[in-house]
């Protein structure tokens, strides 16, 4: 890993994000595509104590993570290019990335369960969206998890948002609860869900 090529600011992630998004815009970059802006901060500091040989469980809003992770600039704009933006993976820097909404969880269980069996001293760290976290499966892996002490780490990022719909629009007064081996953090996502023009709100 090329600890020069690992972005480590808030300024380095905005600006590769505002590249993108201009490069989107003179139809450079193919959809589809999801920009991230305003999670800069948790994230930064949750990379942090990510060590080189854990494994890194995401989601199709992965361009962040990539760069915190070291994944060169120019494979990550490549696969953008290419209309793969929610397909950045890569065995060298142990990072996986799915299109489909929690998709990443149980493979995540699956590796902690690994490293927990080959006595590894390395984690797992599994990325989702808010709406995830509501569903079932995202339930059964935390208490899979829990249950039985794996090496692994969810991470909610919440944005407030499902698609196009808000979050709280879904399930009401509902509040969600989180097991022990959750860390959940709040941001404002200045992008739609996907693409660079207008946020939409509702249907």
Known sequence: MDLEDIAKTTEELRAFEAEMVTL????KVKPPVH???????PLIKIFREIKPDDWICTTYRNHYHALLRGIPKKEITQHLFEGRSMEVMSDTYKFITSAIVGGTLPVAVGLALALKRQNSPHKVWAFCGDMAAWNGLFAECTAYA?????PVKFIVEDNEMSVDTP?????????PSYRSNVIHYSYKNKFPHQGADKMQVGF
């Open 24 to 27: 989107f815009h003179e139809k």
């Open 167 to 175: 979050t709280q629009a879904v399930w009401g007064s509902a509040k």
């Open 35 to 41: 920009f991230s802006y305003g999670n800069e901060e």
């Open 146 to 150: 829990e249950g039985h002490q794996l």
